[in-house]
């Protein structure tokens, strides 16, 4: 329970963008820990983060050549507030970089706030590489570099974007991409594409076949090791019941999928994209204004969220998520912004909050379900985890 208002974690966006592998008993063992870390300054940061990105994969999606694209560089960026980051090694020396988990991109890179020093494995391509993410940005010098995930988990030479300079990545050194290949597209002169991290632990014999599965867990700390990026097949440890695939569709990792909120549906079979790198939910408007509407929503003016009253989250209803026929709800409690922080965004300590997208499904998703990425079978898949309808907020 909680008193006076709770905040929704849903924003309202447009998005014109679409969307079996093994299971490993850990054996070797192929994962390496995600920590959850909040860099939250206000609501209106949080919320406009995930607009700015949302913005970004529109404009990738309907435009692959490089000057359309470039149209965008110029654009403010609004720092990542909420990530999950892998510690990972690079050279020699295996020298440590905090790295963001992005679903959303492909590109792998390093020296946002520890700078990079070249050591005996690395080899100075000469090619230029830039990424614009919206929320973000860099660029920089490609280099190939030793990288260790873990012990199990060594490339040998992996492409690596070393950042001459980067906006909107303080408190991290860059990012670990695993989105599709195709991502990396016009990113680095001289190449076409560069290979990603899974591409390389497939190619060297590391892995069996290119899938990534993610676990996160939902939590009311600024900073908690409590997720697993898992390569090569899926962790049975940390899901129940069956995984549910679905075909990937358009440029990123795209599903489609219907949304109802208790018998009301509020987005007809749709597309749109699952993305690590984006905090809240995003549903298209008529959809995104549906849910306020039957939720009570109103607008915040200190966080730019949506809170609801206690009544009100009392008399929430599952939003369910139909996604390659199986249903994946929503609690009323996974719906709303977890309570001990919303004094990080602006909220009062009794708010909670809410967000919408076409969409994308970010972390408020992600944290209650079990994803697969599968590039070997492309497509997607999603199971029950024990935090599904964990009160964890």
Not at 195 to 207: A, K, M, R
Not at 272 to 295: Q, R
Not at 357 to 365: D, P, R, S, T
């Amino acid at each position: 329970m909680f008193s006076a208002t709770s905040l929704l974690a849903f924003i309202a966006i447009a998005l014109d963008v679409a969307a079996n592998p093994v299971v490993i008993d850990r054996s070797p063992v192929l994962s390496i820990p995600l920590t959850k870390i909040h860099n939250i300054t206000s609501g209106h940061n949080l919320v406009a983060s995930g607009l700015a990105r949302a913005q970004s994969f529109k404009d990738r999606a309907k435009a692959h050549d490089l000057a359309e694209i470039r149209k965008r560089q110029s654009v403010p960026v609004i720092n990542e507030v909420v990530s999950y980051i892998a510690s990972v090694g690079v050279g020699a020396s295996d020298t440590q970089y905090q790295l963001i988990v992005d679903t959303g991109s492909s590109n792998t890179w390093v020296g946002a706030t520890t700078k990079y020093v070249p050591s005996s494995t690395s080899t100075d391509t000469g090619d230029r590489v830039s990424v614009n993410y919206g929320s973000g940005k860099f660029s920089g010098t490609e280099y190939s570099d030793e990288v260790t995930l873990s012990s199990s988990l060594v490339i040998n030479s992996q492409s690596i974007g070393v950042a001459s300079s980067s906006e909107g990545f303080e408190g991290t050194d860059g990012i670990i991409g695993i989105g599709p290949d195709d991502l990396t597209e016009d990113t680095v002169s001289g190449v076409s594409t560069v290979p990603t991290v899974t591409d390389n632990l497939f190619s060297q014999g590391t892995i069996a076949e290119k899938v990534v599965a993610i676990s996160f867990e939902p939590t009311t700390t600024d900073e908690v090791t409590n997720g697993e990026l898992f390569f090569g097949g899926t962790d049975s440890s940390k899901f129940t019941g069956d995984i549910t695939y679905t075909k990937r569709t358009g440029f990123y990792w795209g599903i489609t999928q219907t949304v109802t909120y208790g018998s009301t549906t509020i987005m007809s079979s749709s597309a749109g994209i699952v993305d690590t790198g984006t905090t809240l939910l995003y549903l298209e408007e008529t959809g995104f204004n549906t849910y306020i509407k039957a939720t009570g929503g109103v607008l915040d003016n200190e966080t730019g969220l949506y809170k609801i009253t206690t009544a009100q989250y009392n008399a929430l209803e599952n939003l369910v998520f139909t996604i390659g026929g199986t249903e994946f709800s929503l609690t009323p409690n996974a719906q709303i912004w977890p309570r001990s922080l919303n004094t990080a965004i602006g909220g009062s300590a009794s708010s909670a909050e809410e967000d919408g997208f076409n969409f994308i499904n970010g972390y408020v998703f992600l944290e209650r379900f079990y994803s697969v990425y599968d590039t070997t079978n492309n497509r997607v898949g999603f199971a029950t985890t024990p935090f599904t309808t964990a009160n964890t907020n």
